[in-house]
């Protein structure tokens, strides 16, 4: 028996290994891990299975949210750019405008001018004629004293040139 004890215990002087506790321990070790298998690691790999599912569609989520933030902001740079050349457009645009109510302005200033100028023309015409008028009636009543003279006394033809230079001179000295 003493070469059974012997073959049972290995290494005793090391502390000693029991060929029959070892297997015990492995049969239970085995039962172990059969039980957390069935019991433990299915559920186990369900949560870390759901956990992992979870994580790629965070990952997923975060990926869309990126890519329509990208294309939220290439709207609003489009935006922008055109907002840009809407508000150049509309600067030109009051530029030409004010170009344009600048020319109207200076057409409308000549037309006025012209209108002012042609307003006096008439006027001066106007009076021109007046001071015509009044000459021939002083030309006339002229004229009747004249011939009121000429008919009080006769004269000669060299009186009648002296009388009619006279007349000239007063007509003149009158305008």
């Not at 009747?144 to 004269?155: M, T, Y």
């Not at 009648?160 to 001179?169: G, H, P, R, T, V």
Request: hydrophobic share 40%.
């Amino acid at each position: 028996m003493q070469s059974f004890t012997g073959f049972t215990t290995i290494y005793a002087a090391l502390g000693g290994l029991h060929v029959g506790d070892m297997l015990t321990q492995l049969f239970f070790f085995i039962v172990l891990i059969v039980l957390v298998r069935k019991f433990a690691w299915g559920p186990l790999m369900g949560v870390m299975q759901k956990r992992e599912e979870y994580v790629a569609g965070e990952i997923e989520a975060a990926e869309q949210s990126r890519a329509e933030a990208e294309k939220a902001q290439a709207e609003a740079t489009e935006q922008l750019k055109q907002t840009k050349q809407e508000a150049q457009k509309i600067i030109e645009d009051a530029k030409s405008a004010g170009t344009r109510q600048e020319q109207d302005i200076i057409e409308s200033a000549h037309r006025e001018a012209d209108r002012i100028k042609e307003s006096a023309r008439e006027e001066i015409e106007n009076e021109k004629e007046k001071a015509i008028q009044t000459l021939q009636d002083k030309v006339a009543s002229l004229s009747v004293l004249i011939a009121s003279k000429v008919i009080e006394k006769e004269i000669s033809a060299q009186d009648q040139e002296e009388l009619i230079n006279e007349y000239i001179k007063e007509a003149g000295e009158e305008q």
